[in-house]
């Protein structure tokens, strides 16, 4: 499952012939000046529905790490975070 959600966002991201996308232009996040970890968790925390206790939209990127933040790197860990969280989500 891991593998095809890496999939999708690398297709995401790539053209058909390996070439990076206009729309991209290499963007990372940064820290705002005055800005904690309490907000970088914020940023990272899921939203749960109001009919479950389980997170409907979960989020992932180097926005989301709280000391790799601006990294691909980060955006990889925690897109294995968050494929960690679905998969244990639906195994229990």
Avoid: W
């Avoid at 891991?2 to 996308?21: A, H, N, V």
């Avoid at 790490?65 to 968050?82: D, F, V």
């Amino acid at each position: 499952m891991l593998i095809l959600l890496m999939k999708i966002c690398m297709s995401y991201f790539l053209e058909q012939d390996g070439e990076i996308t206009p729309n991209t232009r290499g963007s990372y996040s940064f820290i705002q000046v005055g800005a904690t970890v309490q907000d970088i968790e914020v940023l990272a925390d899921p939203i749960v529905g109001s009919e479950s206790d389980k997170p409907q939209i979960m989020f992932a990127g180097e926005a989301t790490h709280l000391s790799m933040y601006s990294t691909t790197h980060g955006a990889l860990l925690t897109g294995y975070r968050e494929a960690k969280r679905i998969v244990d989500m639906y195994s229990h």
